[in-house]
C-alpha cells in the first residue's frame, strides 16, 4: 500500500462505485429512513422480476435444474421462455441469476452501502457457463446450479480483493480460493458480491474506514448487524438470496436477527473455513465458523446439504466427515409428529436484561410452542457470567497485536466501536496462561453438558434444544452494541445455534420496564438505550441453540418455530 | 509432598509391594532374558487358566455375558460350571476376571514391573456387584461386562492416585473419575491396575524414578515401548486382555509396536479424554488422543464401539457426536470380497531410514496383499522433514514450563531420555507465533489432503489407507528411541492409524545394510543402533494410516491385513 490512508480508501470506493453498470444505477435517491420497500415500490423492477427476488432459494434452484439462462447485460427482460426441454419434454420458464445482481446494484445505488466488491462481469460470464453445462449434458451441474451467492469480504476469489475492513488490505489481490468458495462454485454457486465487515470483524455492527457504515435497509438509523453486516443487509432486502457469514461472537447470528431473517452458526468442523481470510488469524481457543445467512430454515438447509454434499472434509483437515444426516432431522420431525419437542427457555442470562421487545419475543415463541403441545421448561444459563468474561479474554489474548498491526499498517484511526477491545489493559497472556484458558473452558463446556445431562434425567426425555435471545436489543441503534453474551456464549460452547425472526418492536406495546434495577454497570447501560419510539418496528429474534454438532436437529427444530409463528418463507 | 524425593518414591513403591496379596506371590524369578513364556511354562496357571487368558476380549464378554462370576480370592479354579441357565437353557462354564489380575500380580512379581496401582480387592467387589446385577436383572451391565481393563496412570480413579511417573504427584489421591473411566464402568467393565508410563509422557520409553524401567516381557533388553509401556507390557504378557493408552506422539502405537499388540490412535474427539491427567495439559495444538491396545483388530473394536454406545460426546466437550459407522465398516468389507483395496505405502519417510526389519516387515505387507489382488501404490510421504520439526516445536512450546515445574517440585533428577525435550534452546513462544504455528499446521494438513485427492484422481478410485513404519526400529534397546517422526506426523495431521503387528527380526534375513548413507546425523545414529544378533526375535509393526476420524474404515484394514498375515487373533 503506497500513500494516504485516506487516498487509498477513496480509490477503493471509486472502484466500487465503477463496478456498478451506468445502465442499472439509478438516478434518485429515495426519501425517508427505510429503503425496504424501495425494489417494490420504485418501479425499477416489474412484477415478473419481484416475484423472482421474492422466490426462495430452493424455488430458484428448482427452476434453475430445468435449463440455464441466457444472460443479457443491460436487457432488464429477466423472465423468458426457454428453449431447453426439460425432462418431461415441456419447456419452462427459468430464471436469471442477473436479477439479484441488478438487485444488487440497486441497493448499493441507494447506499445501504454493503459491498466490498462487486463483479456483475464475473458473474454473467460463470452464469454463461453454467448454461453451456446445462446445454451440452442436460443437467445442473450441482444442487446450487445457477443460484446466486454472497460472500462476507472474508472469502478469497482469485484476482479479487479481501478487504477485511482494513484499509491495508486494499490492494492485495487473492492469488487462490476459499475452499468454501471453490466447493460452492463446484455445485453451481454464482458469486457477483462480497459484503462489507467491520474493521477488524470484532464488533456486532458494520462500520469501516474504506466504505464508511453498512445501513439497516428497514431503517437507516438501526445498524444492519455485524460483522457479517453486509450480508445481512444485502440478503434483508432480497438483494440476495443466500449469503455467506462467519460467526466468532455472533457475525452470522445479529446480522440476521437485525435483518429479520434466518442464520445458522454450525459448530466448529462442520463447514470449511480454509484458505478464508480472518481477523487474530491461527486464534484456535474460540473457533470463527461459517455458515449461511437467508430466508427460511429450508434455505439454509439448502446451502448446507450442498457444501455437504461436496465432502468437505477432504479439503479442510478441520471439517468433520460427517455428511448431512437425515435421520437426525426426522427423529426431530417424528417428535413433533408424536409427543412433541421439549425445549428450554431462558429470557435473562443473568448477566445482562434485554430490552422489552426481545423479552416479548421470547414469550411469544413460549406461548406459541406451548399451544401447539411442545413442552418448555425454564433454563437456568449456567454460569454465563463466567463464560462472557472468559471468551472476551480470549479475543484479546494477543493483547490485539495482530488487529493493531493491521490497523496501524495503513495509519488509519479504529472505528469508535473497537474501544473495549483496544483497551490497553488487554495484555498478551503467555503460553501457560493459554494453556490453563483451554482448561477452564473445557471444565465450563463439560459442566454445561453435565446441566443439560440432568436436566434430561429430571425429565425422563430428551432435552431437544434451548431458546434464547441472540442480542439484548432488536436492531440496534448505530455505535449501542455493549453486550456480545447472549451470542458469545454459545461460541464458547461451540453449540449449534439457530437464529429465527419472531416478530418486531412494537411501541405500544414494548413499553418500558418502570422496575428495571440494573444487575451491573454494564446492564445498566444496555437498558437506558431504550427508547419505544426509536426501536418501533425493529426485527426481534431468538436462537435455538443445540448440542456441538447438531445441525440436522437444531435447524429442524427452528424450522418449526418459525412455521409456527408464520415466518417460515416469507418475512 | 514431604520428603525427600527417593523416600516418597521408595514409599509408593513398597505401597505397590503390598498391593499384591501375600499368597499371588511368586517365590522364584525366573532366569534368563526373556519371561515371556513364564505363565505357561511355570506351572503356576493351570491349562484351563491359560486358555482364558489367551481367549480375546471379545470371547470373553460373550461369555461373561451368559452370567455372572463367582470370585474367591485365593482360590485359582478359574473355570466352573455355572448354576446360571443360558437363553438356550444349557448350562456354560464362565470365565472369572480374577485371571488376568492374578497374572498381573505374577508379571509384577517377575519385574517386568509395569504397574504403578494394584488394587484386586477393589476390582473384586466390583465383579461382585455386577455378578449381583445378573442374578436380579438377567442380562449382563453392558457390552464388556465383567471385562478387565488395564488403566494407563493418567486414568483418574477416586481414591487413587495417578502419579504420571512424577515423584511430585504422588500422594494426591482423586476425587473426581475421567470420563473415560465413568463410561467404561457403564459398560460394564472391571478395573484392577493403573500401568507404568515415563517421567513427562514425552518418551516412547518407560522410565520413571517412582518404579524404575518398564521392560520387554520378550526381552528384558528391549523396550516395552511409551509412553503407555505400562500398557504396552501388561497386555503383551496377557496380563490383561485390552489396555487404555494415550498418544500424542505415537504412545499407544509404538508399545503396541514393540509387543506384537494391536493399538489404535484414533483422531481427536471420538474418544472422551476428559478428566484424564496429562502432561503440559490444556496444550491444544496437538492433542493427546486415548485409545486401546489389544490382541486383534476386532477386540479394539469392541472397546469403541461399546465406549460410543455410551454416548460420550454428552460427557465431553471435544467428542464427536458420532456412534460407530457399521457402514464406513461395511464399505471396506465389500471392496475387499470385490474390487480390493487401494493401498499406498512408504517405507522411508525422508527422514530417518527403518532398520532391515522394518523395512521387511513393509515388503512382507506389500508382497501379501499384492498376492490377494489389493492394490498397492508407493506413497511419497509429503514433506514429513517439516511436519517433524512443527510437531516438536509445538511439544517445546512452553519452554518446557510445565514438565520443568513437575520435575522439580519434588527435587527428583529428568530421565535421561528427555535431554533433547529439556534443550534450553526450547523457548517458550509467543501467542502470535503460537498463531502462526497453527496456520503452518492446518495448511500442512491441508496440503497432504490435497495429496490424497491428487492420488485418488490419478487412480481414479478411492486411495482407501497408506500403510507406513511406525517406528524406525523393531522393538528397541533401551535408551535408544531416538527418532519420532514416523508416529509423530501423523499426530500432527490428526489422521487415525492402527498399528498391526506383522512379525520378528532375524538375524538371517535381517542383515545390515552395506550401502547406507546416511541422509543427516539424526539418520546415522539411528542407523548405527542396528545389530541383527542383539534385534534377533524384537517385534515388528507397521501402521494402517486413514484420514481423519475414519476409525471403522481404517480398522477393517487393518483387521484384513492382520487376518492376510495370519495375525489377527493370536501372536
Redesign the interface.
Known amino acids: 500500500m503506497t500513500g494516504k490512508w485516506e487516498d487509498v480508501a477513496a480509490e477503493k470506493r471509486a472502484r466500487i462505485e465503477n463496478s456498478i453498470p451506468q445502465e442499472w444505477r439509478i438516478q434518485q435517491q429515495p426519501a425517508g429512513d427505510s429503503v425496504f420497500d424501495y425494489p417494490a415500490k420504485s418501479g425499477i423492477l416489474t412484477a415478473g422480476e419481484l416475484a423472482i427476488t421474492e422466490s426462495s432459494a430452493s424455488e430458484l434452484v428448482t427452476k434453475l435444474a430445468r435449463g440455464g439462462a441466457e444472460i443479457r447485460r443491460g436487457d432488464r427482460s429477466i423472465l423468458q421462455e426457454s428453449c431447453i426441454s426439460t425432462p418431461t419434454g415441456k419447456t419452462e420458464p427459468f430464471v436469471s441469476p442477473t436479477i439479484p445482481i441488478l438487485l444488487a446494484a440497486e441497493v448499493d445505488g441507494i447506499q445501504v452501502n454493503c459491498c466490498l466488491e462487486f463483479f456483475p462481469e464475473a458473474a454473467i460470464a460463470q452464469a454463461k457457463e453454467l448454461d453451456q453445462y446445462f446445454e451440452t449434458y442436460k443437467k445442473p451441474v450441482g444442487p446450487l446450479h445457477g443460484l446466486p451467492i454472497s460472500l462476507k469480504d472474508q472469502l478469497r476469489i482469485k484476482g479479487l480483493e479481501t478487504s477485511m475492513g482494513y484499509v491495508s488490505w486494499v490492494g492485495k489481490y487473492d492469488t487462490d480460493e476459499s475452499?468454501l468458495v471453490t466447493l460452492l462454485r463446484k455445485a453451481g454457486a454464482v458469486f457477483y458480491t462480497k459484503t462489507s465487515v467491520p474493521q477488524t470483524l470484532m464488533v456486532c455492527e458494520t462500520v469501516n474506514n474504506i466504505i464508511g457504515r453498512t445501513l439497516n435497509p428497514r431503517n437507516k438509523n438501526w445498524s444492519c448487524g455485524g460483522s457479517s453486516g453486509g450480508e445481512g443487509a444485502m440478503v434483508g432486502i432480497r438483494g440476495g438470496v443466500i449469503g455467506v457469514g462467519t460467526d466468532i461472537g455472533g457475525s452470522i447470528r445479529v446480522p440476521s436477527a437485525f435483518n429479520f431473517l434466518y442464520g445458522i452458526r454450525p459448530s466448529h468442523?462442520r463447514l470449511p473455513y480454509?484458505?478464508m481470510a480472518n481477523s487474530?488469524?491461527?486464534?484456535?481457543?474460540v473457533h470463527s465458523v461459517v455458515g449461511p445467512i437467508a430466508h427460511s430454515a429450508a434455505d439454509l438447509r439448502l446451502f448446507l446439504t450442498s457444501v455437504l454434499g461436496e465432502e468437505p472434509?477432504?479439503?479442510?483437515?478441520?471439517v468433520?466427515?460427517?455428511p448431512w444426516r437425515l435421520s437426525e432431522e426426522e427423529k426431530i420431525q417424528d417428535k413433533i409428529l408424536s409427543s412433541g419437542l421439549t425445549l428450554g427457555i431462558y429470557s435473562c442470562d443473568g448477566v445482562v436484561l434485554p430490552h422489552p421487545p426481545v423479552l416479548r419475543g421470547i414469550e411469544i415463541v413460549k406461548s406459541v410452542l406451548e399451544q401447539h403441545k411442545h413442552t418448555v421448561i425454564p433454563w437456568t444459563p449456567h454460569r454465563h457470567d463466567f463464560g462472557h468474561t472468559l471468551v472476551n479474554a480470549i479475543y484479546t489474548?494477543?493483547?490485539c497485536?495482530?488487529v493493531n498491526e493491521n490497523i496501524r499498517a495503513s495509519g488509519e484511526p479504529p472505528i469508535p466501536n473497537i474501544k473495549d477491545l483496544l483497551n490497553p489493559a488487554n495484555k498478551?497472556?503467555?503460553?501457560?496462561q493459554?494453556?490453563?484458558?483451554?482448561?477452564q473452558k473445557?471444565a465450563f463446556?463439560?459442566e454445561?453438558?453435565?446441566k443439560?445431562?440432568e436436566a434430561e434425567e429430571r425429565l425422563g426425555k430428551e432435552l431437544d434444544a434451548i431458546i434464547a435471545p441472540i442480542t439484548a436489543t432488536a436492531a440496534i441503534r448505530h455505535d449501542q452494541f455493549r453486550y456480545y453474551g447472549y451470542a458469545s456464549v454459545v461460541n464458547l460452547?461451540?453449540f449449534t445455534s439457530v437464529v429465527v425472526p419472531v416478530a418486531f418492536a412494537d411501541k405500544s406495546l414494548d413499553v418500558k420496564n418502570p422496575n428495571f434495577k440494573p444487575l451491573n454497570e454494564l446492564d445498566g447501560l444496555v437498558q437506558a438505550e431504550y427508547d419505544p419510539e426509536a426501536y418501533h418496528g425493529a426485527p426481534i429474534a431468538i436462537q435455538v441453540i443445540g448440542?456441538?454438532?447438531?445441525e440436522e436437529r437444531t435447524l429442524a427444530i427452528a424450522e418449526e418455530i418459525g412455521r409456527l409463528m408464520g415466518n417460515s418463507t416469507t418475512p
Chains 1, 2 share one sequence.
Open positions: 475452499v468442523g480454509a484458505k487474530m488469524e491461527g486464534q484456535e481457543t472434509w477432504k479439503y479442510d483437515s478441520k468433520v466427515p460427517m489474548s494477543d493483547g497485536t495482530d498478551k497472556i503467555d503460553m501457560n493459554l494453556w490453563d484458558t483451554h482448561l473445557w463446556q463439560n454445561y453438558l453435565e443439560w445431562r460452547l461451540d448440542r456441538r454438532l447438531s
